[in-house]
């Protein structure tokens, strides 16, 4: 990928993600389309010779009979998957430990297959209960699944040294939106991400963090429930569940883009005011 491609990744501004929640509608929408346009039979000819009480009776019926039976095929993930309401539902009120136990056994998503494979561990997340500051990141790699903790290596480096910067007391708990690791260090794809949200949802429910500090599109989209770019909901303060949420972009693209560290210092200085503001 070239490099103007990367950057454009990161701010957000390549393809719109298509929201997974109206893809099977769209998918529907489409085959009714094509089907109408296949199936249509001819209209049905008017019978000679009936009565005035028949031949009303057909031109009622006719418009009936003349519409095509379409059927829907099953979507492949419906917009309100009664078993994934269920199993939303039963990780909403997991205490901590049946959280992370659920998290290392989880099947949801195909991660779980190269996991099983590699007998690796899901990194669950580092830090203490109830923190000033909740990084999000996306996914971990290699090492960090080794080391079991996220941001590690140079972006972390990078990373501890920003929040060192607006507060060198503050209790940090770092996380990822995907609990395991994807293959190549591929970005999260968006079923994977919704599969996986319930677990971070309920770990912020449970962390009570101060703050939250959201590194890149994907985590966001993941929070936020939008496609708007980092570039753009990162120029005011958010909220998640009431809780300051600040977006910023993730370390390992700062490295890359040096000259965009003064915007993320613009994005520290805002979370650093979410630290001593009163809550909303
Ligand atoms: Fe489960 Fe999340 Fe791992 Fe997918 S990434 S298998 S949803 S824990």
Known sequence: MSRRALILEELGLNPVWVRTAILPELQIAAQAVQAVAVNAPAPAPRPQGLSPVAVAA???LAPLVSQPKFSPPPAAIPANDPVEDERSKRIAIMNWDELQSAVSSCTACPLCQSRQKNNEQPVFGTGPMQPSIMVLGEAPDADEIAQQ????GEAG???DNMLAAISEDSLVYKANILKCRTPNKRNPQAAEAQQCAPFLKRQIELLQPKSLFVL???ALKTLLETDEPVSVLREK???Y?????????PPTYLLRNLPDKSKAWQDLLRLKGTLTAPLV
């Open 58 to 60: 057909h031109q009622a």
């Open 149 to 152: 903790k996220p941001f590690l």
């Open 157 to 159: 480096k990078l990373l």
């Open 216 to 218: 890149g599109r994907f």
């Open 237 to 239: 303060l958010q909220h």
């Open 241 to 249: 569940k009431q809780i300051p949420l600040v977006v910023s972009y």
